[in-house]
């Protein structure tokens, strides 16, 4: 469970790490600071999103990535990607793959987002302390999600969204 107390790397522009703070003072504040996302996808095409827990502290009951979350001081993203993956979805073992790296921005929610994508027909079981649900997506239908008003989608899994589909992937 997420704790604001929890310390994370505040960084600069280029990703360079430049101090540590306060999870609730890195999200009041609009710091710099890492996450990473982890898009399940299944052999059919689809995407497992994840329907974030009530609890959150940012976009509550938003879809999001199939696993998320922020960078503990001191680990890199694909150990971050590795443990949320295990800690949200109970699923470990996997190879993960690099998808792509967005600059932290306002659209990402002040993280510098990386992405990694696995196939997986592997059973998935969600934490319910941060996961209200998972839900099957094919590319029509998120494209449909990214034209909806709103905070339907959590900002960095928007920005990742258009980015796939902008590269012609999911079609």
């Known amino acids: 469970m997420q704790s604001p107390d929890e310390i994370f790397d ?3 522009a280029e990703d360079r790490v430049i101090g540590q703070a306060r999870r609730a003072d890195v999200h009041a504040q609009n710091m710099l600071h890492r996450a990473v996302h982890v898009w399940v996808l299944k ?3 689809q995407l497992v999103a994840q329907r974030r827990s009530a609890t959150k502290d940012q976009y509550p009951n938003a879809l999001t ?3 998320s979350g922020h960078l503990d001081h001191g680990e890199d993203y694909l150990t971050a ?3 949320e993956l295990g800690e949200e979805l109970g699923l470990t073992g996997v190879d993960l793959t ?4 967005l600059p932290a921005s306002p659209k990402t929610a002040y993280e510098h987002t990386v992405l990694y994508t696995v196939k997986t027909e592997a059973p998935l079981t969600p934490n319910v302390g941060e996961v209200a649900g998972l839900e099957l997506f094919s590319w029509d239908q998120l494209e449909h999600q990214l034209s909806l008003p709103g905070d339907n989608l959590s900002p960095p899994f928007r920005e990742l969204l258009k980015w796939y589909l902008e590269q012609g992937h999911g079609r």
């Not at 690099?98 to 790296?101: D, G, L």
């Open 10 to 12: 505040v960084c600069d």
């Open 43 to 45: 052999s059919n095409g």
């Open 65 to 67: 990535s199939s696993a």
């Open 81 to 83: 990607a590795t443990r």
């Open 98 to 101: 690099f998808a792509v790296k």
